[in-house]
């Protein structure tokens, strides 16, 4: 089976890291993209204003720093 595109979700879990080095090999060996994806957590709705824009660009810059371990 060819694939063209492979989504793997990453949350720096070993399990993560296992599936995202094994998508690497597939993509390489197959010419597919790969994209890596990770959710951050949910802010609740209680918390606004400019705490809660500082939290998303906390959450925001942590989620980056996730996904480049994987590069």
Known sequence: ??????????DGSEHAHKAAKYARGMARTQGADLTLIHCPG???MLIGGEAREEL???LEKEA???????Q
């Open 1 to 10: 089976m060819l694939f063209k595109k492979i989504l793997v979700g990453v």
């Open 64 to 70: 980056r720093k996730l996904v480049e371990k994987y």
């Open 56 to 58: 998303q660009r906390d």
């Open 42 to 44: 949910h802010i609740p």
